[in-house]
């Protein structure tokens, strides 16, 4: 049974930096497409950014030029790397497998627990 677990969150500064990652089982990870998401109790969960095998990225709007999604292989891990954080990137954030092509894509996997991230000074 596929597994994902992240790790990362935490509290920070507004202007600061995270580094998220989602460790994947279920030896499917190198064909499949990668996903972060964000939930706010205020917000539905939202994509934040995708990756495919080959590490062909996409971002939503509200972070392009401020985060970074990427992959290792080896490791069955998706990164996501915050800078410049927000006090609205304040959420859940969660990984997934992803099914469908850019934006319109469909998690495909029961979700994690996520880690939360939050932004205050």
């Known amino acids: 049974q596929v597994q994902l677990v992240e790790s990362g969150g935490g509290l920070v500064q507004p202007g600061g930096s995270l580094r998220l990652s989602c460790t994947v089982s279920?030896?499917?990870?190198?064909?499949?497409?990668m996903g972060w998401y964000r939930q706010s109790p205020e917000k539905q969960r939202e994509l934040v950014a995708a990756?495919?095998?080959?590490?062909?990225?996409n971002y939503a709007d509200f972070v392009k030029g401020r985060f970074t999604i990427s992959r290792d292989n080896a490791k069955d891990t998706v990164y996501l790397q915050m800078n410049s954080l927000e006090i609205e990137d304040t959420a859940g954030y969660f990984c997934?497998?992803?099914?469908?092509?850019?934006?319109?894509?469909?998690?495909?996997?029961?979700w994690g627990q996520g880690t939360q991230v939050t932004v205050s000074s």
């Open positions: 279920g030896s499917i990870f190198s064909i499949s497409n």
């Open positions: 997934n497998t992803l099914a469908g092509t850019w934006p319109k894509i469909t998690p495909i996997r029961p």
């Open positions: 990756i495919s095998p080959g590490g062909r990225t």
